[in-house]
């Protein structure tokens, strides 16, 4: 993949290269997340699993992907 095809982001606060054009969506999927257990945010905002796929990435943005917690 070249240099031109792929963008910078950071990931959980490390820096991550994703294909341009790529979703939140997919990468959920890519790092083999199961979009129903993971909640996510984009430059400190948080994402509903129904807007993901429309939640294109760009070169910068910082994405969370973290667990909910559940508990009583």
């Given at each position: 993949?070249?240099?031109e095809?792929?963008?910078d982001v950071a990931l959980d606060g490390r820096p991550h290269r994703v294909r341009r054009g790529t979703t939140l969506a997919a990468l959920v999927n890519e790092l083999?997340?199961?979009p129903q257990q993971?909640?996510?945010?984009v430059n400190g905002t948080?994402?509903?699993r129904d807007e993901r796929a429309a939640?294109?990435?760009q070169a910068g943005d910082?994405?969370?992907l973290f667990q909910?917690?559940?508990?009583?």
């Open positions: 993949m070249s240099d095809q792929e963008i083999g997340h199961e993971v909640t996510t945010a948080f994402v509903r939640c294109v990435l910082a994405v969370l909910p917690i559940v508990g009583g």
